[in-house]
């Protein structure tokens, strides 16, 4: 659609089709204007236009070349495939099948070491490790238990409590430690004090296997183009403001003057414009964090700022190595799982390290590339590492691997990739996670849609505006199909 096509507000409005914009070409957006055009039986024809601020679709997702195949910047693994919609949906398509693993870590051939190449008894490190999964499963049975207990208080808080014992014994403290960093790369937070305790059972994992995409998690996003018209997708679209207008007394300056009431209308960074019946936004919550008071005019109502202001949206970031062999088969290890010594203060301390690599927790054999070692960490260090110049990231890493290994003479990798989540303004960091202060309740807050004469008009969708399947690509796109339903519903479609 273009500047020049008007919503159906004309008397004869069973003549006109129904335009609809989706801002965002992820998941969510793909979802949505897949349901939109392939629903049967519609009452009326439904025009869709996606607008993409970048020129590629996927967002989150994106697969990129790298070493002997692909590096995954951002989704990896389906996270449970047992009513995946995502798995689902690429079943259908008959694509080469993802292989399937059963946990998301990959390796058989772990290895717990300190930084300085020291190993830890695996007996030690499966005793913490199932101190502290036990401690968070129960943790996340506390806002259906009736025991008594304090969940205004952080995860962070309350591990610190369970384990303070643990401050006597360096040794278990640096291994629990190791954990807290795990648990920071699944929550993409800073510190497990930014996560709320009552609400840790909201979050439902699916069952089943974790697989990877053998040629990359794009190629559901691929799927799901083959599946719109080519010119569905209008991508270099940054969207400035959405303008709207209700009934309510809240005032619309418009664009070229006010609106009528239930008139939406999208304008890009470059001054296009684009009337619609219904807006469908999916930017990430870090965008809606980020421009929540310039994108949409009259405001959000003041509810729906609230909790895109208390809601989490946090940064977990990869850095892909590439090496002309595999050096570390020579050791027979293939996950290395880097314990840092320390004090129990850092293990689950509120204030993160200013050393940005101190958060490296995992470097594993890709399995996307054989020569390709990735490194994961998260928070503040995460969005510290975006930041820094390759060579300097380089460095650190080849310090660390040399250090564990006791081998000077491993080399610099022959490439390196790091992800950028936070510094890209189209996504200001990586998934939602249900932050202190905040609730349940806010994500339904936020998945409410902005009405105008009793109908849908600005509808929103993407993983943080999923109840319970919040952060995941299946999240996402359960959220961009619900949103649609919603529209043809509307329509009297459904
Ligand atoms: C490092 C990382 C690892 C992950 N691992 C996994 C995993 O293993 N498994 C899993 O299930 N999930 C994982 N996720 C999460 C998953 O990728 C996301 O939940 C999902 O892809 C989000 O899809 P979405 O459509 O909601 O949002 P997005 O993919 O963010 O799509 C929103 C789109 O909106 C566009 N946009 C933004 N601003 C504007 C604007 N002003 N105008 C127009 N367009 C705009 C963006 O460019 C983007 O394309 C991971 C994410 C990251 C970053």
Known sequence: MSETSSPSTSDDA???????????????????????????????????????????????????????????????????????PVYEFMQEKNIEKPTLTKSTHLSTKRHYCYTDGQTLPRNLVKKVGGLYYDALRQSGQFNQSEEEVDCSKSIGEYLEEKFDRFAEEDVLADI??????VGCNYNACDTLHDLMLRDEG?????EGYHPIFPQGYS???????????TDCVVYNSPVKCIHWNRDDGQENTGINGPLATGAVKVECTDGRTFPSDYIIVTVSLGVLKENQRTMFNPQLPKEKQRAIERMGFGTVATISLEYETQFWTTYSKNCINLV???????????????EWFRKLNTFYQSQHSPNVLVA???GNEARQMETLPEEEIIQKCTDILQNIFSDCSIPKPKSML????????????????MSVGSEGADIDILAEPITANGRPVILFAGEATHRYFYSTTHGAMLSGQREADSILKNLGSQ
């Open 14 to 84: 069973s003549s006109e089709p129904v335009n609809v914009i989706i801002i965002g070409a992820g998941i969510a957006g793909l979802a949505a204007a897949q349901r939109l055009l392939g629903a049967e039986n519609k009452a009326e024809k439904i025009n869709v236009t996606i607008l993409e601020a970048s020129s590629r679709a996927g967002g989150r997702i994106h697969s990129v070349p790298f070493g002997n195949g692909i590096s995954e910047q951002g989704a990896t693994w389906i996270h449970g495939i047992e009513g995946n």
């Open 176 to 181: 629990l430690r190791y954990f807290v960093n």
């Open 202 to 206: 909201e979050y439902i994992e699916l």
């Open 219 to 229: 190629q559901v996003i691929d799927t799901f183009l083959e599946k719109l018209p």
């Open 340 to 354: 840092w010594r320390d004090k129990m203060e850092y293990a689950v301390k509120k204030n993160p390290s200013q």
């Open 376 to 378: 994961w960490l998260s």
């Open 418 to 433: 790091r992800t950028q989540w936070y510094t890209n303004p189209h996504f200001r960091g990586s998934y939602s996670y």
